[in-house]
T-cell receptor
Framework: DQQVKQNSPSLSVQEGRISILNCDYTNSMFDYFLWYKKYPAEGPTFLISISSIKDKNEDGRFTVFLNKSAKHLSLHIVPSQPGDSAVYFCAASDPQGQGNLIFGKGTKLSVKP | NAGVTQTPKFRVLKTGQSMTLLCAQDMNHEYMYWYRQDPGMGLRLIHYSVGEGTTAKGEVPDGYNVSRLKKQNFLLGLESAAPSQTSVYFC???????????FGQGTRLTVV
C-alpha cells in the first residue's frame, strides 16, 4: 500500500498564476518531507523540505505547507513560470530507515505561456 | 565538482547477462542509495549504504547486489538480468539521514 500519495498525475497552469501540488501520506511517524523536481532524462533535483515541527517553509517562489492532522502537504509555486514545467515528486524520509526516501508517483506540471 | 556521476547512461542487456552500474560522488557524503523508477511510479529503494564497507537492503533488493569498497563509489550489480529489471536507475547521496539527497542523472537499462 502506498504510504505517500500524489493523486493528481498532471496539472496545467497559466504562466504567472499559482501552482498547487498536493501530497497525502498515511504513516503518522513521518517527520521529514521533501519535494523534488525532475526534468526528462535527468535525475531528481531537490527543491524544498519541511520538518514536522513546522507547518510552513518558504524558499523564493516555492512554499511548502504541512498539515499534520490531515497528513497532507502541498507545494505552492508563485508565480509559475514555463521553466517550472516538470514532474514533481513528494517524498518522506523513512523513520525506520537511514535517510532513504519514500516517494509518491509524481505530478506532471505544465505551465503554459 | 561533478556531484553524483553514474556510468553508463544507457545499456541494453540480453536476459541472463550480468552488468555493474557505477555511482561515483565527490561530495564526501557518507550515505549512498540506489533507486529504480518504473513508468508511472515513484522511485523505489533497492539498496543503500551508510558508510564505506556497509550495505543494506531496501524495498526491492531481489536480483541485485551492491558493494561500497570506497567511500566515493557505490556499485550496483545484476548477476543475471531479467526483463523485469528494465528500468531507470538512480544513485543518490546524502550527508546524513536528516538531510536532502542528491541524485545522479540516471542509467536507462533495457533487458531484452
Amino acid at each position: 500500500d502506498q504510504q505517500v500519495k500524489q493523486n493528481s498525475p498532471s496539472l496545467s497552469v497559466q504562466e504567472g498564476r499559482i501552482s498547487i501540488l498536493n501530497c497525502d501520506y498515511t504513516n503518522s511517524m513521518f517527520d521529514y518531507f521533501l519535494w523534488y523536481k525532475k526534468y526528462p532524462a535527468e535525475g531528481p533535483t531537490f527543491l524544498i523540505s519541511i520538518s514536522s515541527i513546522k507547518d510552513k517553509n518558504e524558499d523564493g517562489r516555492f512554499t511548502v505547507f504541512l498539515n499534520k492532522s490531515a497528513k497532507h502537504l502541498s507545494l505552492h509555486i508563485v508565480p509559475s513560470q514555463p521553466g517550472d514545467s516538470a514532474v514533481y515528486f513528494c517524498a518522506a524520509s523513512d523513520p525506520q530507515g537511514q535517510g532513504n526516501l519514500i516517494f509518491g508517483k509524481g505530478t506532471k506540471l505544465s505551465v503554459k505561456p | 565538482n561533478a556531484g553524483v556521476t553514474q556510468t553508463p547512461k544507457f545499456r541494453v542487456l540480453k536476459t541472463g547477462q550480468s552488468m555493474t552500474l557505477l555511482c561515483a560522488q565527490d561530495m564526501n557524503h557518507e550515505y549512498m542509495y540506489w533507486y529504480r523508477q518504473d513508468p508511472g511510479m515513484g522511485l523505489r529503494l533497492i539498496h543503500y549504504s551508510v558508510g564505506e564497507g556497509t550495505t543494506a537492503k531496501g524495498e526491492v533488493p531481489d536480483g541485485y547486489n551492491v558493494s561500497r569498497l570506497k567511500k566515493q563509489n557505490f556499485l550496483l550489480g545484476l548477476e543475471s538480468a531479467a526483463p523485469s529489471q528494465t528500468s531507470v536507475y538512480f544513485c543518490a547521496t546524502s550527508r546524513n539521514r536528516d538531510t536532502e539527497a542528491f541524485f545522479g542523472q540516471g542509467t536507462r537499462l533495457t533487458v531484452v
